[in-house]
């Protein structure tokens, strides 16, 4: 097990004020093993096993119909006064879940933290209803930091080249080989695709959308525009509409795949409308879709940063 320093110390910081702690990052990245490391931490004070609560909702064990069954469900396991910490690890896949969410923080004596590997946990009805009430935590793959604690390596060249072309995500390092990491990968990002977006965006050309993916990762640290985008796909014989690109390029964000930086005017002290960047939360993950010859290792050097 990893231990991710930054976030459980952020986590220690927040116990038992009275906001929801909410952990969002792309799948894989490494939220469940933090809570487990929090958990472990809990215990370590003398919080009881009896007044943990943690609720995987991608174990088919716990499948919820709906919210209701998922707080009553909690609610019925909380049997006293004391301090109570509830975990719900990818709450999105219960329906309306931000009400359970809700009645749980409303208990005097629950600790509620959740889970989610879509920005559209913190879209909607969800922000509406816990406007102020909420903190969020975001949660990224290893840094290059974090890479070289854990094999207890200096920063050299070498390690270097480890890390951009053996993943970031947490259970690549138990791979050894490049193919392994790449069929990995690919399985990871067809999850997303599917699960994360396809699943929300009901009519989306999952064939467009990978195409646009494949252009992001073709051009990370470019700066572009969704016309371009679009004008740039439709040259190429992939007629798509502005429109399109821009609802694609958004799921793709929300689903923490790519992080969007906008431009900013200095002088004038305002962003930009257009000619955003787009970095790739895991540079290696574009190896799995485009190969890795004609590596621009400027821009990745860039991403890293």
Known sequence: MIERKEYLEKLKKWKDKDLIKVITGIRRCGKSTLFDIYIDYLKSIGIEDNHIISVNLENPDNEFDTYKELYKYVKEQIKDKKQYYVFLDEVQKVSDFQKAVDGLYIMKNVDVYITGSNAYLLSGELATLLTGRYIEIK?????FKEYLNYYKKDADEKMYLNYINRSSFPYALKL?????IDDYLDALYNTIIVKDIGLRKK?????????????MFNNIGNCLSIKKIADTLTSDGRSISVHTVESYLESLVESYVFNKVSRFDIKGKQYLQSGEKYYATDVTMRYALLGRRNIDVGHILENIV
Do not use: G, Q
Not at 176 to 180: D, K, L, W
């Open 139 to 143: 949660m990224y793959p290893l840094s």
């Open 176 to 180: 050894e080989e490049e193919s392994e």
């Open 203 to 215: 009519n989306a050309d999952t064939t467009m959308l990978r195409t646009v993916a494949r252009f």
